[in-house]
Nanobody, 119 residues
């Protein structure tokens, strides 16, 4: 089990950038796949990006490709989401998640951080 705490959300104008951070506590951080999800008002939660425990095999949903970058720093037990060229449609609560490298389900979640993009 890992405990996850997101930070870095806020209000930004369209076209701007934000970097989200997710700090983890617990053991064996390097053995976890990590992901960022988001939930906009009135919509279901969606997967935004993920990175494998080995640091490769990055995944991005189509709407954020070439704009968002996920990365991890195992020494700091932190995963990041660099978000550039933000759009109003990116407005959502962003959640960090983790799962063991052999697990199927994302079973460790942070409480989320709100990102609001104004037009």
């Amino acid at each position: 089990q890992v405990q996850l705490v997101e930070s870095g959300g806020g209000l930004v104008q369209a076209g701007g950038s934000l970097r989200l951070s997710c700090a983890a506590s617990g053991r064996a951080f390097s053995m976890y796949d990590l992901g960022w999800f988001r939930q906009a008002p009135g919509k279901e939660r969606e997967s935004v990006a993920s990175i494998s425990w080995r640091g490769g095999s990055d995944y991005y949903t189509d709407s954020v490709k070439a704009r968002f970058t996920i990365s991890r720093d195992n020494a700091k037990k932190t995963v990041y989401l660099q978000m550039n060229s933000l759009k109003p449609d990116d407005t959502a609560v962003y959640y960090c998640a983790a799962k063991g490298r052999y697990e199927s389900n994302w079973n460790n979640w942070g409480k989320g951080t709100l990102v609001t993009v104004s037009s």
